[in-house]
């Protein structure tokens, strides 16, 4: 225990709790991890989290191929993804309830925003809210996110639970990509000439997370529409 007449100490700051202050690593030209920056929303982010799960489940989706995803998936906004035989699009209505997505939550795209903000985006206003649940072994191959009608606008991603492993490649499937480890409460924000280069998820690890478990989920914002 700290005493009140100490003065605190590197030690110290390290020791009374394990949240830290939040670091912007840049990991290409208009790219940005912000570390641990949704770690002070994580508490206001879990029950909304829930209440959008109830009316949108998690479900695994066939792609135009016929592989199905190990990736669960969900969404939240005007605008959901989804992949089915017929191909990738951003719908209105969750083809599984026949019900519009649930509303994007205040407190989703405040984050998104502030996060966007952080990276040196201005004005973000997401639509789609992509929902991405990894349980171990799961993962996402590499990849081009071309589906958004502008690729002017950014994307946010926030990473919670087990820690993952991201891959950030080039703008052809074979270039070399970079390995940038993932932890619950970072953020990504990419942009710019960065927005169209190949990224993906190595299969995802075996642990357990104190609040979220054995999964990892991933929320990714977009302005879709
Ligand atoms: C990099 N999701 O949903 S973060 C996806 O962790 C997706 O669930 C991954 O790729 C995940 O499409 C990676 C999001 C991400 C999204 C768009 C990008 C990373 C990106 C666009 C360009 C570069
Ligand atoms: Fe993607």
Redesign the pocket.
């Known amino acids: 225990m700290r005493s009140k007449a100490m003065p605190p100490t590197t030690f110290d700051l390290l020791a009374d709790d394990d949240q830290q202050p939040a670091r912007t690593e840049q990991i ?1 030209e208009q ?1 940005f991890v912000l570390r641990g920056f949704a770690l002070p929303w994580v508490e206001q982010l879990l029950p909304v989290l829930e209440k959008i799960l109830l009316a949108a489940p998690f479900r695994q989706m066939v792609t135009p191929g016929g592989f199905t995803l190990s ?1 669960g998936l969900s969404s939240c906004g005007t605008l959901g ?1 989804t992949t089915d035989r017929s191909g990738y699009r951003y719908t209105r209505i969750d083809p599984v309830s026949g019900q519009p997505w649930p509303a994007m939550p205040e407190v989703f795209s405040e984050l998104a925003q502030a996060a966007a903000r952080e990276a040196g985006f201005h004005h973000f206003e997401p639509d789609a809210c ?1 929902i ?1 649940r ?1 349980l171990p072994g799961a993962r ?1 191959s590499l ?3 071309k589906d958004e009608r502008s690729y002017d606008p950014p ?1 946010v ?1 926030v ?1 919670l639970g087990l820690p ?1 492993m ?1 891959l ?1 490649g080039g703008f052809e499937r074979n270039d070399k990509s970079q390995r940038v480890p ?1 932890f619950h409460g970072d953020i ?1 924000v ?1 942009g710019g000439v ?8 190595l299969p995802l690890k075996d642990g357990y997370h104190p609040q979220l478990g054995g999964q ?1 989920i ?1 929320f ?1 914002f ?1 302005t879709a529409g």
């Open positions: 290409g790219s990736v993804w992509l991405n990894y996402m990849h081009q996110d994307i991603s990473s993952a991201f950030f993932l990504v990419w960065d927005r169209l280069r190949y990224h993906g998820v990892r991933n990714t977009r």
